[in-house]
């Protein structure tokens, strides 16, 4: 004997509603045909109602259970239809008021909605397909096996394949396995059978069908990086011509003047002081020429900063006194101490008073040097911040121009040196005019997570 008895198959739903209705029907049947046999009725009259009677509980037994089966048969189409994704197909019949009427509404609404839902959802795939396809920027997508699934048009043109033959290829066969390792993102120089030169490397992780996937982004830097370059040397050769232009010109000039005069013979009375005059240009002229140079040559050969605990308003207690030329007031702020480059922080905040103690020489207006920690910044930032009432910017666009200036005898290059100082602390520099009154204000900004420490001792004093 086996170990256990097979279990008997259970009657379907339907069969059981028919069985229900039959046992609902049986009672009253059965009185029925015991009154019409025991009764004084004829053989012909008792046959007849007894088929009658049979026929009656029968037809409503199968009556009941069409009622009850059909809705259900059409209520699993549906889902069904919709498990195929066919979505075109509704309840006939549906209607409010009725228990059943109402489950046929909710599922036409159903599928209606699902039926958008897949629409917009196609479209989105169909964009996000044109999208991929369009874009100059190489996508690869890997599983957990680092087999390719998916690859766009720039992407098999970067590997000069097509599509179809690159799907479904390991990483390393493709020599992309070094783009799937290491940090990201990051630069890289290498080639490929498409394309040669500098390449940003990104990744990200997501999962599909519940298997996890990774997206990888390469981008071409090298035509964006020539451009560039090309436009900065442009601007650098202007730059430099003008400069360069404006004193040899006079030189020049000044050369041919003294060249004529040493030439008359007999030379005139005065030549010796036109000499020591035409000498004296050139010599003026070379100097600011040197100094230009200089001034380049520092701007290019900024060095990194070296990093040491600086208290804030040590610095700025330090420049402000180092102004003589007019009063800077302070508004004090908690006590911290950062890391920073002394020498460079004190030369970007030189440069800011300056700039601002020029400014109100106009307008006879003051200066005032502050810090704080902004709230609710993310991440945590601390800013110093320079205001003046002065008359303001008037030229925005040329502020961080290497030197452009408007000051007579300005070098043009300490905004872009501050600029300078203080991306390589991690923070930025903003110069905008004053929406309070006239004037302008100077905000350097680091992340505090360069603080060293943090020690709030209350305000600082003035």
Known sequence: MGSAHAREPRLSHDRRILLMALASALPG??????????????????????????????????????????????????????????????????????????????????????????????????????????????????????????????????????????????????????CLSGEAPRVINTAFPGGVGRWEVRRSQFRQGGRPHELLVLSDLSQPLREEERQAWQRL?????????????????????????LEREPPPSDWRDDVQRGLGVIASRSESLSRFMSAYARLAKLPPPKLTPLDVHAVVDRVVTLEKAHHISVAPGPRFSVQGDGDQLEQLLINLIRNAVDAVRETGGGVQVGWQRLPGSE??????????????????????????????G?????????????????????????????????????????????????????
Request: charged fraction near 20%; charge should be negative; glycine fraction near 8%.
């Open 379 to 408: 991440p945590p930032t601390m800013e110093l911040w320079v205001e003046d009432e002065g008359p303001g910017l008037s030229n925005t666009g040329n502020l961080f121009v290497p030197f452009f200036t408007t000051k007579p």
């Open 237 to 261: 050769i202007r730059v430099i011509g003008h400069e360069m232009n404006n004193s040899l010109a006079p030189i020049k000039s000044i050369a041919g003047s003294l060249s004529t005069i």
């Open 29 to 178: 049947a059965s009185i029925s045909l015991i009154f019409l046999w025991t009764g004084d009725y004829t053989p012909k009259v008792q046959w007849t109602l007894t088929v009658l009677i049979i026929t009656f509980c029968l037809g409503f037994a199968f009556a009941l259970r069409e009622r009850v089966v059909l809705p259900l048969q059409t209520l699993s189409n549906l889902l069904a239809a919709l498990g195929e994704g066919d979505f075109s197909i509704r309840a006939r019949g549906a209607r409010g008021g009725d228990p059943l009427g109402e489950v046929m509404v909710e599922v036409n609404a159903l599928v209606e909605t699902l039926r958008h839902q897949r629409l917009d959802a196609l479209e989105a795939t169909t964009l996000l397909r044109k999208v991929m396809a369009e874009i100059d920027v190489a996508v690869f997508t890997f599983d957990e096996e680092h087999e390719l699934k998916f690859v766009n048009r720039a992407g098999a043109r970067l590997l000069s394949q097509r599509a179809e033959r690159l799907l479904g290829r390991h990483a390393v066969e493709l020599d992309l396995a070094d």
């Open 410 to 462: 300005g070098s043009g290059i300490g905004l872009v040196l501050s600029r300078q100082i203080a991306e390589a602390h991690g923070g930025s520099l903003v110069l905008e005019n004053r929406e309070d009154r006239s004037g302008c204000r100077a905000s350097l900004r680091l992340p505090l997570h360069a603080v060293a420490q943090v020690r709030v001792e209350g305000l600082a004093p003035a």
